[in-house]
């Protein structure tokens, strides 16, 4: 069965999602993050078994872009 993984850098580590099942891990690398994100699903799966309906073909992966301006952005509006 085959997965997708969101990996982003955090403070630390690198941060990976499975988000077809919300299983998270982490680790120092993005090949440890992601090992260790399929440790986490192999284990979630063998003790929850596949959701029904899951698959990785529903997820739609895309980006976009924001334009920012240079207000302070810690003004607190009443």
């Known amino acids: 069965m085959e997965f997708k993984a969101i990996i982003k850098k955090g403070e630390k580590q690198y941060v990976a999602l499975c988000p077809e ?44 872009q924001v334009k920012t301006n240079d207000k302070n952005t810690s003004t607190i509006r009443a």
């Open 21 to 64: 099942l919300d299983v998270v891990s982490q680790g120092y690398s993005i090949e440890d993050s992601l090992k260790n994100l399929k440790e986490a699903v192999e284990l979630y799966i063998e003790e929850m078994g596949v959701p029904e309906g899951v698959s990785s073909e529903e997820i739609i992966f895309t980006s976009f």
